[in-house]
């Protein structure tokens, strides 16, 4: 038993930049780079192992082989994925289904998520919702004349906001926001609009206007999921919660000198690097896991007691 550093797998959307490249190293030869999934056992984009015992195995395989390392509380699959987004233009206007119906319909589950803002250009924003409530025709109009910007609620961001979105909440990351996003373990997305854009094959991408109605929340938006912000200050960190549902559990962990915690037979535990470089000892280790910024780390349910050094902020994620 081990952590187990992952290597993501990427994804070159026509909205994506160059800064997971540069900023978060991320050595993976696609042009733009939009998304990594750092942490992911979904079909659609699997991380690999890249230490140890399992090097060069998917997650997804190590899991399957060791169904007791997600935990007592959690089923056969790793329930959550985790990404870096950078969004150097627009991203769609987009809604995600619940589990119901994204299980009956996709036969995936719904996708409910969060975004944890890593950087903000100034005067940045995203889309939150409408400014008012909207009926299916006039959000078809709207959509069909180019008119929808008009409807949609739009919210002012800056590093370190959070965000939390349900499903039903049509929403999209605005050009010049960098996020790290922990959601459902789910690829079920409907776009209701993305301006037209044609992509590398010079067609525009498809729209799911109808399945996209039969989804979404079309009242106004009830403000902004900002959680309010208690940090907990310790000798050598400080510990925030981020997020708290049913899916997930995230924590901002600022590391300045050293921080210990257990992972117990209960769940797995998801370390996501942010900002600056440390190392990961466990029960097991027999010399320390080095990580940066923009490494991701499986640790196994059971592991027992950890202990990070170094100078660094992490998310850690948890069911």
């Excluded at 187990?4 to 540069?22: E, F, H, Q, S, V």
């Excluded at 998304?35 to 899991?63: Q, R, Y």
């Excluded at 960190?237 to 210990?260: D, H, N, P, T, W």
Aim: proline share 5%; aromatic share 10%.
């Amino acid at each position: 038993m081990e952590p187990l550093l992952l290597n993501p797998a990427g994804k070159d959307y026509l909205w994506g930049g160059t800064r997971l490249k540069k900023e978060y190293g991320k050595d993976i030869p696609l042009v733009p780079l939009a998304e990594t999934w750092e942490c992911s056992v979904h079909p659609d984009g699997l991380s690999i192992v890249v230490n140890g015992t399992f090097a060069g195995k998917t997650l997804k395989s190590v899991l399957d082989r060791n169904p007791r390392w997600l935990g007592n509380k959690v089923g056969k699959d790793l329930p959550i994925l985790i990404k870096f987004i950078d969004a150097e233009k627009d991203l769609s206007v987009q809604v995600h289904p619940d589990d119901e119906y994204a299980r009956e319909n996709e036969g995936q589950n719904g996708k409910t998520e969060m975004w944890y803002v890593l950087d903000a250009v100034p005067g940045a924003e995203l889309i939150y919702g409408f400014e008012h409530d909207v009926t299916p025709d006039k959000l078809r109009y709207a959509v069909n004349s180019g008119t929808l910007s008009k409807h949609l609620k739009k919210v002012k961001v800056r590093r370190g906001d959070t965000f939390f979105i349900t499903p039903g909440t049509v929403h999209a990351i605005g050009a010049g926001i960098m996020v790290a996003e922990i959601q459902e373990s789910s690829n079920v997305t409907y776009r209701v609009y993305d301006y037209d854009r044609l992509d590398k094959d010079g067609k525009k991408r498809p729209l799911h206007i109808e399945k996209a109605l039969e989804v979404a929340n079309l009242r106004a938006s009830n403000g902004i999921k900002q959680p309010p912000k208690f940090i907990k200050y310790y000798p050598g960190c400080a510990r925030e919660i981020l997020c708290r549902c049913k899916y997930f559990e995230v924590e901002r962990v600022q590391v300045s000198m050293g921080f210990s915690f257990s992972v117990t037979e209960d769940s797995y535990q998801v370390l996501l690097c942010t900002e600056g470089f440390g190392g990961i000892e466990t029960e097991y280790s027999r010399r320390p896991l080095r990580f940066a910024k923009g490494d991701c780390i499986f640790l196994p349910a059971a592991i027992g007691r950890c202990h990070v050094l170094g100078n660094t902020t992490l998310l850690k994620i948890r069911n």
